[in-house]
Each structure stands twice: as structure tokens, then as C-alpha cells.
């Protein structure tokens, strides 16, 4: 907004026909008083004070120079009527009492245009600079409502959670083969520099005994200086086998830790808690240094954690159905996320009837629930008691609203099936939330056998 001018920087011309009447009222008052008061000297020429010069002077000082001057001349002229028609002075005209009339009015009026030019000259400039702070103000809240949305923008226009880890999946397990951490070391820390905007950071090679390896398996981008293996994030990240930052554990130990030249340090760990690497991170984008940027590279760490650990181990090829035991880690991992980074998850239990899921059924809704699965889902299927199968499906960063989406999929899905809507007798659905602390994978998993009459040997 503009500065406020106040009367020191503004003012206002004086209009031509008031200006003219104050001059004229203000040289003929001191005549007219005195023709009222002191008729035997009007202009009080003979007093030892020049009254007369006051009227050019308070004009000129208020209007400026050409009223001060003719304010003058009309007191001159006063003064010439007077002294030709009355005699007055008797000893003849005061030539040096016109003259001083005339200099005061002209100086005054002189002083008084110097003074308005300098007043409009400065309001010139107020006006300016107003206008300039309120294009200034509207530019300032334009840019930091653009910055604020650019921010946004960036920390979550880039991949959320469920595509990065989609990304994962598909990138490293179709890959196949064994030994992901030797084999495609670059392509892990390019894949973390993705999805979490890493800028410069190192990936080592963690051995028993969380012993770290002498020399970075890939490097991003072009650290400053080389890593201190002794750096107090590192040892903090190998004995908790969690995520450590600046921002993990108050304000001392940050200041700390962010002396020595690291932000952050990503454990690459298993369901089991073996650390297969770690990732130091040197910079990244002060805008993406933030809780929910961190949460999403601690959990691709733990995932990528378990692939390299089944890359080693050879579980299972790609693209087979888990096993039971996988599936129960799998549940255990999204158990221990929903607790320490509080992102929520389903697990669904369909129990189905023996005539849409037994051997030899005409039609297989266990085929079928499996084919639905989305990429992040883990399914498995055991048999029941009721001589049918029971599907359990781990849906993650899925709420508890999402069992209501999944129950409506699951009843249009039979119902273009079968041409009507299936019922208690085809299907019942168990639906258990995984979400914030105090659940227990194992409790959970033999919980839902139960309800869902998984036959146990």
C-alpha cells in the first residue's frame, strides 16, 4: 500500500479565486482598520513598527511569489492614493517603505515557491515509492504464494509412496538373477536419488558384526570431502537399524551430526534386521528434508533390504505365488511400518464357498480375487475347513475406508460372474486394520486363520 502523506509531504495548490480574494482582503484590512481606529494616519506610516509590510509578507509566504507581489504593488498603490489625495506623509513618499514592501512580498513569496517545489517534489517521490512498495507487496505475495505452491509441488509431485514402491518391485524383482546389491549398486542409489531427491551420497556394503566396507560400492554425484567411517549417524544407524537425520533426535545431537557433513543415513535392512548396506546421504533439497521425504526412504530401504536378502537367498522365482512364511513376513513388515512410520494397511480374509473355490470348480473366485490383486498386494491361499479355499490379502497403504472399495470390487466381480450378487453363503469377508502400535504380525495371522476356517494340519 502507499505511504501515507501526511501535510509535511503533500500540498494542496491553492485555488486561483481564493488565493486572489485572501490577498485583496488581507492588504485592505490593515487600511480599513485603520480608516475605522486611526483616521489621522490610516497606514500607519508615522508608527514606529511597518505595519503595512505584513500583509505582503503573511501572502507571499502563504501563496508563493506572484501573490506576495502584487500583494505588494496593491499596498504600494495604497500607499501612492494616499499620499496624493490625502497628503500623507506630509514630508513625501515613503519610497523606502514601498521598496520594502515590494522586497518583503517578493522574498517571502520567493521562499514560499522554494518550499512548495521542494514539498511537491518530495511528494513526487512519496507517491512513487508508494507505488512501488504496493507493486513490491502484491510481487512479494504473488512470488511467496507461487513459492509455497512450488514447495508443495515438489515434495509431492514426485512419486508418493505406492509408486515408489510399485517402481521397486517392478524394477529389481523382474530383473531376476542374484546378488542385487553387487550387481546393480548404481542403479539402487539412482532409484533412492529418484524418489527421495538425493543430490550426494555414498552406498556401502554392510558385513557381520555391522562391520561397514572400505570402499563405497556407488557413489552420486561428487562429495566434498570422503566419508568418516566413524561418524556418529553411521554407528547410530547400525545399532538401531533405523533411519537416522539431523532432525532424528533433538537439537543437540543435530547440530552435532550436521557439523560433520552428513544429513542422513538409509539402512538397507530385512524383515529380519540384517543390514545389507547403508546409504549416507551428503545434500538434498532443503524443501524434501522433511518427515513424510524421510518415512518413504527409510521404507524403500527396509524393501530393498528384503530383495537383496532374497536375491541371496533364492526363495522363490519371479512371479510365483508367496509362501506362507513370506507372506507372513510381508505382514510383519507392514506391521512394523504401520508402528513406526504410521502408514495404515488392510488385511482382508475372504472365506469362500466350496463351489466357487474347490478343486474342480466350474468357476474359481480364488483364481479370480488373485488376478484383481493390485501391483503391492501379497495373497495367499489355504485351504478350509468348509472343503473350499480362504484367500488372505495384504493390501498396503490401504485404510480402513479402502475395505469398503475392496468389498464393492469384490461384489461386482462375482456378480458378473454369476449374475447375481453373492451372498454369506459364497464368500464372508474379514477385514483387520494394521495400523498404529501395539499389533502383533503373528497374532493378526493366526487370528484371520481362524475366522476364515483355515484347515490346519
Known amino acids: 500500500m502507499p505511504i501515507p502523506a501526511g501535510d509535511e509531504f503533500s500540498q494542496a495548490a491553492p485555488r486561483p479565486p481564493v488565493a486572489w480574494a485572501e ?36 501572502v507571499g509566504g ?3 511569489f506572484l501573490y506576495g507581489f502584487s500583494s505588494a504593488l496593491l499596498t504600494v498603490a495604497m500607499m501612492l492614493l ?9 514630508h513625501g513618499f515613503p519610497y523606502q517603505y514601498a521598496l520594502a514592501a515590494v522586497i518583503v512580498g517578493m522574498f517571502a513569496g520567493e521562499l514560499a515557491d522554494l518550499w512548495l517545489r521542494r514539498l511537491a517534489r518530495m511528494q513526487l517521490i512519496n507517491e512513487y515509492a508508494g507505488s512501488r512498495l504496493s507493486e513490491f507487496t502484491r510481487s512479494y505475495h504473488l512470488l511467496k504464494a507461487s513459492h509455497d505452491q512450488l514447495e508443495e509441488r515438489l515434495a509431492d509431485q514426485r512419486y508418493n509412496l505406492r509408486d515408489a514402491l510399485a517402481d521397486l518391485r517392478k524394477k529389481f524383482t523382474a530383473a531376476g538373477g542374484s546378488d542385487i546389491l553387487h550387481r546393480s549398486a548404481e542403479q539402487i542409489l539412482e532409484f533412492l ?15 557381520d558384526n555391522n562391520r561397514l566396507g572400505e570402499t563405497p560400492l556407488a557413489t552420486l554425484g561428487t562429495p566434498p570431502v ?19 537425520s539431523v532432525r532424528t533426535d533433538g537439537p543437540e545431537p543435530a547440530a552435532r551430526w550436521q557439523r560433520q557433513g552428513l544429513l542422513a543415513v538409509i539402512p538397507l535392512v530385512d524383515i529380519r534386521g540384517r543390514i545389507w548396506a547403508v546409504v549416507a546421504v551428503r545434500t538434498m533439497p532443503f524443501i524434501v528434508f522433511h518427515r513424510k521425504n524421510l518415512n518413504l526412504l527409510a521404507v524403500i530401504g527396509s524393501h530393498l533390504g528384503d530383495l537383496i536378502a532374497d536375491s541371496l537367498r533364492q526363495t522363490r522365482p519371479a512371479g510365483s505365488a508367496p509362501a506362507e512364511d513370506v507372506f507372513c513376513d510381508e ?13 495404515e494397511s488392510l488385511l482382508v480374509g475372504v472365506e469362500l464357498a466350496p463351489a466357487v473355490s474347490a478343486d474342480g470348480a466350474p468357476l ?23 472343503g473350499g479355499h480362504s484367500l488372505l490379502v495384504l493390501m498396503p497403504l490401504t485404510g480402513i475406508a479402502g475395505a469398503d472399495g475392496y468389498r464393492k470390487r469384490i461384489g461386482r466381480l462375482v456378480e458378473a460372474q454369476l449374475g447375481r450378487p453373492a451372498g454369506d453363503e459364497l464368500l464372508v469377508l474379514h477385514v483387520y486394520a494394521l495400523s498404529g502400535s501395539g499389533n502383533d504380525a ?10 476364515c476356517h483355515v484347515a490346519r494340519a
Not at 536419488?193 to 558385513?207: D, I, M, P, S, T
Not at 570422503?226 to 537416522?244: K, W
Request: proline share 5%; aromatic share 10%.
Open 23 to 58: 490577498t485583496v482582503v488581507a492588504t485592505l484590512l490593515l487600511p480599513i482598520v485603520g480608516l475605522a481606529l486611526h483616521r489621522q494616519d490610516p497606514l500607519f506610516l508615522h508608527g514606529a513598527f511597518p505595519w503595512l509590510i505584513f500583509a505582503p509578507l503573511l
Open 62 to 64: 502563504r501563496y508563493g
Open 82 to 90: 494616499a499620499w496624493r489625495t490625502a497628503g500623507l506623509p506630509e
Open 193 to 207: 536419488a529418484v524418489h527421495g531427491q538425493l543430490q550426494k551420497a555414498w552406498l556401502y556394503e554392510v558385513f
Open 226 to 244: 570422503p566419508l568418516e567411517r566413524e561418524h556418529p549417524m553411521l554407528r547410530a544407524c547400525l545399532e538401531r537399524g533405523q533411519l537416522i
Open 331 to 343: 505382514l510383519r513388515l507392514w506391521v512394523l511400518y504401520a508402528a513406526r512410520y504410521g502408514l
Open 364 to 386: 474359481r473366485l480364488d483364481h479370480l480375487l488373485f488376478e484383481q490383486m493390485r501391483t503391492l498386494d501379497s495373497g495367499l491361499r489355504l485351504a478350509n475347513a468348509r
Open 442 to 451: 503373528a497374532a493378526i495371522f493366526r487370528r484371520a486363520c481362524a475366522e
